[in-house]
């Protein structure tokens, strides 16, 4: 049974950083690309950023790229996004999951929330 684990959400102003950590169980974690997605307040659940199996290659939306980083820890089974210079439109539930084909392969888990105050 996949468990998706995410923290480290909180309030942070405009400009400042937050780092979440998503503890992935269910699967080889090893094995799988994956990812992070957000869904703001009436809006449906986007793709923030990914990472493959080994660590070697990223990929991040438009609207992260050059301000997000994400990496991965396989020897913990964890997944980070290191946020800086969040902007008020970054506020949202962060959620994590196991990826592949562009897409999310399981149930979402409670998730964290990110709010970026003006």
């Known amino acids: 049974q996949v468990q998706l684990v995410e923290s480290g959400g909180g309030l942070v102003q405009a400009g400042g950083s937050l780092r979440l950590s998503c503890a992935a169980s269910?699967?080889?974690?090893?094995?799988?690309?994956m990812g992070w997605f957000r869904q703001a307040p009436g809006k449906e659940r986007e793709f923030v950023a990914a990472?493959?199996?080994?660590?070697?290659?990223?990929y991040y939306a438009d609207s992260v790229k050059g301000r997000f980083t994400i990496s991965r820890d396989n020897a913990k089974n964890t997944v980070y996004l290191q946020m800086n210079s969040l902007k008020p439109e970054d506020t949202a539930v962060y959620y994590c999951?196991?990826?592949?084909?562009?897409?999310?392969?399981?149930?979402w888990g409670q998730g964290t929330l990110v709010t970026v105050s003006s």
């Open positions: 999951n196991f990826y592949s084909d562009s897409n999310a392969l399981d149930a």
């Open positions: 269910g699967r080889t974690f090893s094995s799988y690309a």
């Open positions: 990472i493959s199996w080994s660590g070697g290659s990223t």
